[in-house]
């Protein structure tokens, strides 16, 4: 199974990229298949990923998901075609989604209109520049006319944080997978996988990457830590994007699709979410102490 595991340092401070480099160390050691930082409002997780990622071979690293609306496509792609120059050939995976209309609205002030009419101009240009081509593209919402200086031919596979139907034929269909947070098995198996795939298919591309984002804690006190799940992530459980797929979930809320029990129980609903069609499991530790050693501790069981 492709394990990875999610670091989050949005409460940065001056030691965090130093912190990094040893957590993606320890993470090497472990056994697991990729390491990813989520992109919000702490460190630039790209520039990040560049200084740690340079320290550290061995593991791949993944961004998700960084919002499209405050970076013109062509400033993406130097981003992150400099930062893939960083950490070596064959190791960046660009995970990007559109982010919510309160945050492009009222945090960043850009129109939150066709969304997935949006993106699919912005993957015009953001795609031909990541594969070393020069872009000439006039649409609605995204112009560009521009190549970008040789930093070597490594490609760079971009997913799409996607969560509706739409989103998800427009990842199968334009890109190499799709990135999932708070979505459990049984909308994985009936919503996400068949879209995605029949997209991929259409366009002659090879089979879509899913990669399921989900919280994770091995514990005996499964009760106390579903709490501080629920208190952690109830933000998302109000988001209409999230609230739809937890709804089809049949989740009252984000806790309920968090991975949280045993070391067997926790076992058991990972390989479930790779029997519904994940292809790469990546785990969020919301907790400290034993339970996290325990939790790391099964997922590289699980990822050797």
């Known amino acids: 199974m492709r394990i990875g595991i999610m670091f989050d340092y949005q409460q940065a401070g001056p030691d965090a990229i130093s912190r990094l480099v040893d957590d993606l160390r320890q993470a090497v050691e472990e056994g697991f298949e990729s390491a990813w930082l989520p992109q919000m409002f702490g460190m630039d997780a790209l520039t990040a990923l560049a200084v740690a990622g340079n320290r550290v071979p061995g593991i791949q690293l993944g961004v998700g998901v960084v919002p499209t609306y405050p970076r013109h496509p062509g400033v993406l792609a130097q981003q992150a075609r400099t930062t893939a120059l960083a950490v ?15 945050v492009i609205e009222q945090m960043y002030g850009y129109d939150y209109a066709r969304p997935v009419g949006y993106l699919r101009e912005y993957l015009s240009v953001l795609s031909p520049l990541l594969d070393g081509q020069s872009v000439s593209y006039a649409g609605e919402t995204i112009r560009a006319n521009l190549a970008l200086d040789a930093m070597g031919e490594d490609r760079i596979p971009v997913l799409v944080g996607a969560l509706g139907s739409q989103m998800l034929r427009l990842a199968g269909g334009h890109t190499d997978g799709a990135m999932l947070w708070l979505t459990g098995p049984a909308t994985i198996r ?3 996988v068949p879209p995605l795939s029949a997209a991929a298919t259409a366009a002659g591309r090879l089979a879509p990457r899913v990669v399921c984002l989900l919280p994770v804690c091995v514990t005996d006190r499964a009760d106390e830590v579903r709490a501080v799940a629920a208190e952690t992530f109830e933000m998302y459980g109000t988001l209409p994007n999230y609230r739809a797929v937890l709804d089809r979930e049949g989740a009252e809320g984000p806790a309920d699709v968090a991975v949280i029990g045993t070391e067997e129980q926790v076992a058991a609903r990972i390989r479930e979410i790779f029997a519904a069609g994940a292809t790469e499991f990546v785990g969020t530790l919301f907790t400290g102490g034993e339970s996290a050693a325990r939790t790391r501790a099964l997922l590289a069981e699980l990822a050797a």
């Open 88 to 102: 070596g050939p064959g190791r960046l995976s660009l995970g990007i989604g559109v982010s919510g209309k309160f």
């Open 190 to 192: 009936s919503h996400v």
